[in-house]
């Protein structure tokens, strides 16, 4: 298993502009989520899913989007990238609800100028 | 909103050395975690302490949850430099099927272990 992948490891965007960050696990977990980590700050949930066509905001959705349109497939979409947004992004995965361990990926390192 | 406060913030120390780390909130978790990075990685899971007053070991880092389980402490004896790296605890909040999973972070505590 490759676990949770996420795609790309970095990238720099221009304010405005829009991207795509990918998120793959092969795990067939149910629960899926996106957290951003800013120095000094901890990790922040953004959005989360429950299983395949069902997502929700976390604690800092605004500026983001996302879809679970397959259970393998967590994608958060940013639109009108701006530089509060320049963080290390993490997807996670877990199995079940519970005390089961979360499942993170390696990071995506995105740089809005 | 449920805040994690972890203290200290950074921790530099010398190898052989013990440490402890705290993780204190106003709220009461469900159980709470702790996990370690290294740079350019994601978390990974240390432990799950679930019980109030719950003590794990694993090898030299102790974890112990508060009795009223609003805390936690990570403890390591007899640092080394393979030690070297970022802390988080992490709270799980509401029992059962209310949380979906959803942690709360502390800030983190950078520790650095000299030879």
């Known amino acids: 298993n490759a676990g949770v992948t996420q795609t790309p490891k970095f990238r720099i965007l221009k304010i405005g502009q829009s991207m795509t960050l990918q998120c793959a696990q092969d795990?067939?977990?149910?629960?899926m989520y996106w957290y951003r980590q800013d120095p000094g700050m901890g990790l922040k949930l953004i959005y989360y899913?429950?299983?395949?066509?069902?997502?929700d905001k976390g604690e800092v959705p605004n500026g983001y989007n996302v879809s679970r349109s397959t259970t393998e497939d967590f994608p958060l979409r940013l639109e009108l990238a701006a530089p509060s947004q320049t963080s290390v992004y993490f997807c996670a995965s877990r199995l079940r609800q519970g005390t089961d361990t979360q499942y993170f990926g390696p990071g995506t390192r995105l740089t809005v100028l | 909103t449920q805040l994690l406060e972890q203290s200290p913030q950074f921790l530099s120390i010398q190898e052989g050395e013990n440490l402890t780390v705290y993780c204190n909130s106003s709220s009461v978790f469900s159980s709470l975690q702790w996990y370690r990075q290294e740079p350019g990685e994601g978390p990974v899971l240390l432990v799950t302490?679930?019980?109030?007053?719950e003590v794990k070991k694993l090898k030299r880092l102790t974890f112990q949850f508060g009795d009223a389980r609003k805390d936690s402490s990570l403890h390591i004896t007899a640092a080394q430099p393979g030690d070297t790296g970022l802390y988080l605890c992490a709270g799980l909040s509401g029992a059962g099927g209310t949380s979906y999973g959803k942690l709360t972070f502390g800030q983190g505590t950078i520790l650095t272990v000299h030879p």
């Open positions: 795990m067939n977990h149910n629960y």
């Open positions: 899913s429950v299983g395949a066509g069902i997502t």
């Open positions: 302490v679930v019980t109030g007053g």
